[in-house]
């Protein structure tokens, strides 16, 4: 059994997107995708943040969703809250050079971080989450071809891995608290499981 909030699982939910007419998948807090088909991965961010990446040249690519923990204000990417992002950002990258991506010709792009859950503001979750995966992906000598971060409104996020082509649509009118509640969860769950294991930065 894995422990909840630390280890990062392979997102389930698929559904046919007539939108974009092609099969979907759904990303959560705490989840994350990696494809070689062309499928649209879809997410919605508050104060949490994705990272998609993809192999440029041949179009594996995979997202990830997730927030550190929070009590640490520290934006150093070796501290106790920063290893819950960095275990996202490894199992992610991990996944796809297994499927065949290269290490040398991936490409990044991010989104999140929003100042969208009052809880969390006040520690500065989101701008945390938004620094630290900018800091991970220059550490790692992974080049960021495009981001969206921080402001106060959610996100949905449409990720083409195949093209690398995002589709991002700020929800500036949205009325239910959905994505409050599943980041509210999310955190408590980080919060509650221990740091545990080496996080490898390659």
């Known amino acids: 059994m894995t422990t909840p909030g630390f280890v990062e699982h392979l997102a389930r939910n698929r559904y046919f997107d007539r939108n974009f007419n092609t099969e979907a998948v759904k990303v959560l807090p705490g989840e994350y995708f990696v494809t070689t088909t062309d499928v649209v991965i879809v997410t919605v961010l508050g104060s949490c943040v994705s990272a998609c990446i993809r192999d440029r040249d041949k179009g594996i690519g995979g997202m990830n969703h997730f927030m550190l923990a929070d009590g640490s204000n520290s934006h150093d990417i070796a501290s106790a809250s920063a290893r819950y992002g960095g275990y996202a950002m490894e199992v992610l ?19 999140g971080g929003g100042r969208v859950m009052s809880v969390l503001t006040a520690s500065n979750v989101g701008d945390r989450n938004a620094q630290f995966v900018l800091d991970y992906l220059a550490t790692e000598r992974i080049p ?21 082509k995002v589709r991002v649509k700020k929800l500036v009118r949205m009325h239910n608290d959905t994505v409050v509640k599943r980041e509210r969860e999310y955190s408590a769950r980080l919060v509650e499981a221990p740091v545990a294991g080496d996080v490898e930065l390659f």
């Open 93 to 111: 990258i991990n996944h796809l050079l297994k499927l065949g991506a290269r290490r040398d010709a991936l490409e990044a792009k991010v989104f």
């Open 144 to 164: 960021v071809a495009a981001q969206d971060l921080l402001d106060i409104y959610p996100r949905k996020i449409y990720y083409f891995p195949k093209t690398g």
